[in-house]
């Protein structure tokens, strides 16, 4: 059997809404666009650092699959060029 109380009924808690304080007087809607700011930042600097290009049409892979074997072909061309120190010396 349940004992009637005269104590008032609990209070539910307030709902979670974009204007409800989280962390350090922060609203929940500034805690969200800081962190959606840091995702991008993190984004934006590894395609900066690993050049990660999606190449749109098969024409535009192709085009850069030969650019960079054209630039092997020449760096290896390089190495085997003499120093320029052998090349403007005039003998005896």
């Avoid at 109380?5 to 204007?19: G, Q």
């Avoid at 922060?26 to 690993?50: E, K, N, P």
């Avoid at 290009?53 to 098969?58: A, L, N, Q």
């Amino acid at each position: 059997l349940s004992q009637a109380t005269t104590e008032p009924p609990r209070k539910k808690p307030d709902p979670v809404t974009s204007e409800t304080v989280v962390i350090w007087g922060l609203r929940l809607w500034q805690v969200i666009g800081i962190f959606a700011i840091f995702v991008l930042a993190v984004i934006i600097t590894l395609c900066c650092i690993f050049k990660c290009r999606i190449p749109r049409t098969k024409k535009e892979i192709e085009a850069r699959y030969a650019q960079r074997q054209a630039a092997k072909t020449y760096a290896d061309k390089l190495e085997t060029v003499p120093p320029l120190n052998e090349l403007t010396e005039i003998p005896g």
